[in-house]
């Protein structure tokens, strides 16, 4: 039986696995049951929608943001699909800022950016893949385009000093 893997926070796996065991089932069983779902009804076995307090906003969240980055990658590269494990050190990063207005992120080959509105100030967040531990914040300051290096560690602190 061939196995599949899948990348998700700690908190995502250990509540959703504290929930299938009230319902009697291992996580293996629960993604099954979705896969079938799934193939049943030719589509997700749910519907997708954005919260109403967003309906009006340009607020995109993160996972939002990243199933368009994605979408927007097959597209244009005609491609069937994208190894977000590559970005993920930069995705967790930018999510332990908290919640950003305005956000879009763009995935391509070697780099992902990110689009953000922080404090008020528009930024674009670009990390390479081929320097892991890096990321080049750019904005705009009285017409000027500022470019920061910072580590993936200090983004929060690097947005800070623009």
């Known amino acids: 039986m061939p196995t599949i893997q899948v990348r998700t926070d700690d908190n995502t796996k250990n509540a ?3 929930l299938f065991e009230q319902l009697g089932m291992t996580m293996s069983e629960a993604i099954n049951l979705f896969l079938r779902q799934s193939i049943m009804r030719s589509g997700i076995p749910f519907t997708l929608s954005v919260p109403k307090e967003y309906e009006t906003s340009n607020y995109l969240s993160d996972d939002e943001a990243l199933v ?3 979408k927007r990658y097959k597209a244009v590269n005609n491609k069937t699909d ?3 494990a590559k970005a993920e050190p ?3 990063a930018v999510e332990a800022l908290g919640k950003q207005t305005a956000k879009r992120i763009t995935l391509q080959e070697e780099s992902v950016k990110i689009r953000l509105n922080h404090q008020g100030q528009e ?3 670009d990390y390479n893949f081929e320097e892991p531990d890096n990321v080049f914040i750019l ?3 009285d017409g000027k385009l500022i470019v920061k290096d ?3 560690t200090k983004i929060s602190a690097t947005l800070e000093l623009f």
């Open 150 to 152: 910072c580590a993936l």
């Open 139 to 141: 904005s705009r300051k």
């Open 123 to 125: 930024y674009v967040l």
């Open 90 to 92: 930069f995705l967790r």
């Open 82 to 84: 994208y190894d977000i």
């Open 68 to 70: 368009d980055a994605i």
């Open 16 to 18: 959703s696995s504290a």
